[in-house]
C-alpha cells in the first residue's frame, strides 16, 4: 500500500515536472505558458488540465465520431468517459494517444493538448507520446511471452537497462498493478497461462513499467468476472494520484465508483462534463439524467 | 422430419465419411507400400560373391582375407564352366570348318551370356566399362541372367495372320550332343556355388558415388544435389518472400497497385513448372549470366521463384492471423512499427510461417521441371560447395525420370530407380512431419 504522504509526494513530482515541461515547450505552444494549466474557456475549472480537447473532432472517411468536443481532463485525478455504445467514447480516448492511426481513413480536427502541445501537429514524435500515454485495453492483451518479458517489454525498447534493473522494474510494477504476490514464482511462465484477471492486471502492470505519465483505459474490465473487476478497480483507486487515469466504461456504477470526474458523451457530442458526484447527483442534462437513470443507452 | 428419418440419414452420413476415410488410408497404402518395398530393395537384397567384390575394390570395404577365400571357392566352382568351353572351343579350332561355322555364332552367344552372369572369363582381356568388369552383383538379377544363358529368345513369325510370338528355345538343344551339353545342368544348378548369394544391408546406398552411370554404387550425388537445391531455393526464397509478405499486410495501403501485385501473386502460383524452367533457363543463365552453363545456383534462383507466391503467402496468412490486439499493445508501449513487428508479430506468427516454409521445401525437393534446363545432370560426381555456383548436379527428381526413360538399360538399374523414389518420398514426408511437429510445438509455447 502507498501511504498519503506517498501518493502526494508524486503528484507533486508530477505537477513540478508538468510545470518544466510547459515552460519549455511554451515556444512551441501557440498559447503564453500559463494557459496550459488553466481549463479552456467557458469550462470549470477542476485543477491543472492534463489532456485537453479544443473543437476536437474525429472523422472516419468524413463521418464524424467525435464531434468538435470541448474538454480539459484533471492531471493525477481518474476521470471516466460514459455513453452509450458507438457514441465515440473508444475512439476519443484512441485519439489521446493516436491509437486511431492505425485505423486506414481515420483523420483528427481540431486540437487535442497534452501538457499544452498539441498532439495531432505534424512534429509530434507519436513514439515519443505513447510512452508517455500508457494505454490498458478491452480485451486482456498480453504478448504471448514470460510474464517477465510482458512487463520490461516497454523498459527493454527504450532504454538497455541492464537485467537487474529490468527486475527491478518489473518487481515495482507488478507491484503497483497488484499483481507480484501472485506471479513473483512464476515469472519464467507463459503469460497466457495466467486468469483474465491478472492478464488484465498484467496489461496494466506493463504500461506502467514505461512511466507513463496518463494511463488510457478502454473498458479494461468488460471481458472480466465481477471478482476480477473489483480487483481492477481497487487498482485504479490505488493507482489514483500517482497517474492520469481516463477509463472508457458501459457501467455507471463502475464509474459512479472509480472516477472524479465523468464525461457524457452522446453520438460523438460532449454533453456534459463535471464532477462524478455531480453528474450522478444532480445532472445538469436532461439526457445525462435520461442516461443514468437507464432510461435509454 | 421423424425421428427415425432423422437417425438414420445421420448414420448414413457418418459412414458415408467413415467410407471416403478407408479409402483413402486404402488408397495411401496401395500407393506407398510398394514404393517403399520395392524401394527398400536397393538396400535390403540378397548380394552376390560379386557385390562384396566390387566393395572391396571400390570402397576397400569388408573382411579381405575371408572374401579373397570366398572369391577363391566361387573360382573353383566356376571353373567347370570355363573348363568346359575352352575344351570346345579347342575342339572346334582343330575340327571340320562346317562343325565351326555351325557352332561359331551359338557359343559367341553362350560366352556372352555366361559372361553377363558370371563377369569376365579368365583369360579375355580386361573390358573397358565396369558394368562389364563384374559378374551380377544382386541375386534377382543373377536368375534373370542364368535364364538368359540357359534359354534363347526366338521369335515366331510362322503365322503370317498373327503378330510374331516370343519363344524361349534351350540353348542346350543347339549343343546337344557336344561336350557343352553338361554345361547347362551345371550352371542351373551351381549358381549359388558360384556366386554365393548372401542377405545384405546396403545402406552405403545413400552414401556411396555411383559408378557406370548408376550401374552400381548409391545415390549420394543425387541426394546432395537436391539439398543443395532445396536449400538454396530456401535462401533466396524465405527473405524474399518474408519481406514481401510483411510488407504487404503491415505496409502496404490498400488500393489498386497492391490489388494488382497480389493478384500477380497468386497467378504466379499457378504458372506451370516447365515455364520457370524455361524462365530460369532464358532469364537467370543467359540473361544474368549467373553461370555459364546449367548451375545449381541458377537451378535454386529458378526454384526460389517457382515456391515464392507459396512463401509469401503462408507468412501473409500467418501474419494476418496474429492478433491485431498484440500489435496494438506494443505500439501502445511506445514500439515503432518495425519493431512491433520484429519483436511481437513475427514470433506469434512463426509456426504459419514455419509450416509455409517446410512445405514450400518439400516442393523444391521434389520438382523437376525447373531444374531440367538450369541445374541437373544424368550423372556426376557429388559437389562440393564451392562448385555450387559454377557446376551442374544430379537431383533425385531429374534421375528418377531420367533413369526410367532416358537410360540405356532401364531394366538393369530398376532397383536404382526405386531407391531414388524411396528417398525421394521419405524426404517429402520428413519433411511434412517435421511441419506439424515443429508447428505443434511453437503453438503449444505460445498458448502458454
Not at chain 1, 512487463?151 to 538497455?160: A, C, D, E, I, Q
Not at chain 1, 454533453?271 to 439526457?287: A, D, W
Not at chain 2, 550425388?221 to 537445391?229: A, K, R, V
Not at chain 2, 532416358?406 to 526405386?418: N, T
Request: proline share 6%; charged share 20%.
Amino acid at each position: 500500500m502507498i501511504s498519503e504522504q506517498a501518493v502526494g509526494l508524486e503528484l507533486q513530482r508530477k505537477q513540478d515536472n508538468a510545470a518544466g515541461r510547459t515552460g519549455n515547450r511554451g515556444g512551441a505552444s501557440e498559447r503564453p505558458p500559463d494557459a496550459a494549466s488553466g481549463p479552456a474557456p467557458g469550462l470549470p475549472a477542476f485543477g491543472r488540465a492534463h489532456v485537453e480537447a479544443c473543437d476536437f473532432s474525429v472523422l472516419y472517411r468524413k463521418n464524424p465520431a467525435v464531434k468538435h468536443v470541448n474538454l480539459a481532463i484533471p492531471a493525477g485525478k481518474v476521470t471516466a468517459i460514459i455513453g452509450p455504445s458507438g457514441c465515440g467514447k473508444s475512439t476519443l480516448l484512441r485519439a489521446i494517444n493516436r491509437m486511431n492511426d492505425l485505423v486506414p481513413g481515420c483523420t483528427a480536427e481540431g486540437r487535442l493538448l497534452f501538457d499544452g502541445q498539441d498532439i495531432y501537429s505534424p512534429d509530434v514524435d507519436v513514439v515519443a507520446l505513447r510512452r508517455r500515454v500508457g494505454m490498458v485495453f478491452q480485451k486482456p492483451n498480453p504478448f504471448p511471452k514470460s510474464v517477465f518479458d510482458n512487463v520490461v517489454y516497454g523498459p527493454r525498447l527504450h532504454s538497455s537497462a541492464s537485467r537487474n534493473r529490468l527486475v527491478e522494474i518489473a518487481e515495482r510494477s507488478l507491484t503497483d498493478a497488484a499483481l507480484w504476490d501472485e506471479v513473483k514464482d512464476r515469472m519464467d511462465q507463459n503469460a497466457l497461462g495466467l486468469s483474465g484477471g491478472q492478464q488484465q492486471r498484467l496489461c496494466i502492470a506493463r504500461a506502467l513499467a514505461v512511466d507513463p505519465e496518463i494511463l488510457l483505459m478502454d473498458e479494461p474490465t468488460s471481458a472480466l468476472d465481477p471478482r476480477a473487476t473489483s480487483r481492477i478497480e481497487e487498482l485504479i483507486a490505488e493507482l489514483r494520484g500517482k497517474y492520469t487515469i481516463i477509463i472508457v466504461t458501459h457501467n455507471m456504477q463502475q464509474a459512479a465508483r472509480v472516477s472524479d470526474f465523468t464525461a457524457f458523451l452522446y453520438e460523438g457530442v460532449l454533453i456534459e462534463f463535471g464532477s462524478t458526484k455531480q453528474i450522478f447527483t444532480k445532472p445538469g442534462e436532461k439526457r445525462t439524467e435520461d442516461y443514468i437513470t437507464g432510461r435509454f443507452g | 422430419m421423424r425421428l427415425a428419418t432423422r437417425k438414420i440419414l445421420d448414420r448414413s452420413f457418418t459412414g458415408s465419411g467413415i467410407l471416403a476415410i478407408v479409402l483413402m488410408a486404402a488408397a495411401l497404402i496401395v500407393l506407398l507400400a510398394p514404393m517403399f518395398v520395392r524401394g527398400a530393395g536397393a538396400i535390403f537384397f540378397t548380394a552376390t560373391v560379386e557385390h562384396r567384390r566390387l566393395m572391396l575394390e571400390r570402397f576397400n570395404r569388408g573382411n579381405r582375407p575371408q572374401l579373397e577365400a570366398e572369391i577363391e571357392s566361387a573360382r573353383q566352382a566356376r571353373a567347370p564352366v570355363y573348363q568346359m568351353l575352352a575344351d570346345f572351343e579347342r575342339r572346334l579350332a582343330s575340327g571340320a570348318a562346317a562343325e565351326r561355322r555351325q557352332y561359331a555364332k551359338p557359343l559367341q552367344e553362350l560366352k556372352k551370356a555366361v559372361q553377363n552372369l558370371l563377369g569376365p572369363i579368365p583369360g579375355a582381356p580386361r573390358p573397358m566399362l565396369m558394368r562389364s568388369q563384374y559378374g551380377q552383383t544382386r541375386w534377382e538379377r543373377a536368375q534373370v541372367k542364368l535364364s538368359h544363358a540357359l534359354y534363347r529368345e526366338e521369335w515366331d513369325y510362322s503365322d503370317p495372320t498373327r503378330r510374331g510370338i516370343l519363344r524361349l528355345k534351350p540353348r542346350s538343344a543347339d549343343f546337344s550332343g557336344t561336350p557343352l551339353s553338361p554345361l547347362f545342368p551345371y550352371l542351373e544348378n551351381n549358381l549359388d556355388r558360384m556366386l554365393l548369394p548372401r542377405r545384405t544391408v546396403y545402406w552405403q546406398f545413400l552414401t556411396d558415388t555411383s559408378f557406370d552411370s548408376h550401374f552400381f554404387g548409391g545415390i549420394w550425388p543425387e541426394i546432395l544435389g537436391t539439398f543443395y537445391l532445396t536449400v538454396g531455393a530456401m535462401l533466396f526464397a524465405l527473405p524474399l518472400g518474408l519481406i514481401a509478405a510483411i510488407y504487404l499486410t503491415e505496409y502496404a495501403r490498400e488500393n489498386r497497385f497492391i490489388e494488382i501485385l497480389r493478384t500477380c501473386i497468386s497467378t504466379l502460383a499457378g504458372v506451370p513448372s516447365i515455364v520457370f524452367g524455361l524462365f530460369g533457363l532464358a532469364f537467370f543463365i543467359h540473361t544474368l549470366k549467373v553461370s555459364s552453363s546449367k548451375s545449381v545456383l541458377a537451378g535454386a534462383m529458378t526454384l526460389a521463384l517457382m515456391i515464392l507466391p507459396t512463401v509469401i503467402r503462408a507468412a501473409e496468412e500467418a501474419i494476418r492471423a496474429v492478433p491485431a490486439t498484440y500489435k496494438e499493445a506494443a505500439l501502445s508501449l511506445g514500439a515503432g512499427r518495425w519493431h512491433a513487428i520484429w519483436t511481437i508479430i513475427l514470433p506469434a506468427a512463426l509456426p504459419g510461417i514455419l509450416t509455409g516454409i517446410v512445405i514450400s521445401m518439400g516442393r523444391a525437393a521434389g520438382e523437376t521441371a525447373p531444374i531440367i534446363f538450369t541445374a541437373a545432370v544424368s550423372v556426376g560426381k557429388p559437389l562440393a560447395l564451392w562448385q555450387v555456383f559454377t557446376q551442374p548436379t544430379p537431383a533425385l527428381s531429374w534421375n528418377i525420370y531420367n533413369l526410367a526413360t532416358e537410360h540405356e538399360a532401364v531394366d538393369e538399374i530398376r532397383h536404382v530407380q526405386y531407391g531414388l523414389v524411396l528417398v525421394l518420398v521419405s524426404l517429402v514426408l520428413i519433411l511434412n512431419l517435421a511441419a506439424i511437429l515443429m508447428r505443434a510445438r511453437i503453438s503449444k509455447r505460445l498458448r502458454g
